[in-house]
């Protein structure tokens, strides 16, 4: 079975700086990678995913993500961290065959700082 | 508009009564799912379809019931309320796997 892992519950940065959310995966097989954002009182949107290909992809709102298949990870990454970016962030995963459904981490809470 | 639409916003039970969410989608995706989002928990899957007429178990289906009699709707059914249930839903929706899920803008429920 496929899970997720967000280590940290809550990432402070201060605005204008690089933001980093961590994310460990496991799966049995090729996976599919995804990050979404969640602001209050609202649905998830998507922000990006790696599927195949190159290993560093480009998302919404000048999000990126790394795929690191050694690692097993793919972190999030902003080179300059904004206010609005303040949010919950999720990384999700499902597997490279078959009918398997998208199954989410716990959720990073980012508070970017004035 | 295209997407995602669940109903009811918010809804309260009481212990013991039954009730479905709706979840429906007018863009012709096969796949669908339900989560449950919990404070810490993240999001959790309750049931998925990747089609009409196939459901499958996720990771916390007891008390929950869905069917997929269309590709457009993807009730969820609450068997028996519990206080354990208060939670905010979310249904989902993708054209196939590589693509990114579209999410409801979400049901609240809360049982007392």
């Known amino acids: 079975a496929q899970s997720v892992a967000q280590p940290e519950d809550q990432v402070n940065v201060a605005e204008g700086n690089p933001l980093t959310v961590k994310c460990t995966y496991s799966?049995?097989?090729?996976?599919?990678l995804f990050w979404y954002v969640q602001y209050p009182n609202r649905g998830l949107q998507f922000l990006l995913k790696?599927?195949?290909?190159?290993?560093l992809v480009k998302g919404s709102y000048g999000f990126e993500a790394e795929f690191n298949k050694s690692q097993t990870s793919f972190h999030l990454k902003k080179p300059s961290a904004l206010v609005s970016d303040s949010a919950l962030y999720f990384c999700?995963?499902?597997?490279?065959?078959?009918?398997?459904?998208?199954?989410f981490g716990k959720g990073t809470r980012l508070s970017v700082i004035a | 508009n295209a997407g995602v639409t669940q109903t009811p916003k918010f809804q309260v039970l009481k212990t013991g009564q039954s009730m479905t969410l709706q979840c429906a989608q007018d863009?012709?995706?096969?796949?669908m799912s339900w989560y449950r989002q919990d404070p810490g928990m993240g999001l959790r899957l309750i049931h998925y379809?990747?089609?009409?007429?196939?459901?499958d178990q996720g990771e916390v289906p007891n008390g929950y019931n869905v069917s997929r009699s269309t590709t457009e709707d993807f009730p969820l059914r609450l068997l028996s309320a519990a206080p354990s249930q208060t939670s905010v839903y979310f249904c989902?929706?993708?054209?196939?796997?590589?693509?990114?899920?579209?999410f409801g803008s979400g049901t609240r429920l809360t049982v007392v």
């Open positions: 799966v049995s097989g090729n996976p599919y």
């Open positions: 379809s990747v089609g009409a007429g196939i459901t």
């Open positions: 999700a995963v499902r597997v490279y065959s078959g009918n398997t459904p998208l199954v």
């Open positions: 989902a929706s993708s054209y196939s796997e590589i693509r990114g899920y579209t």
């Open positions: 790696y599927i195949t290909g190159d290993n």
């Open positions: 863009m012709n995706h096969e796949y």
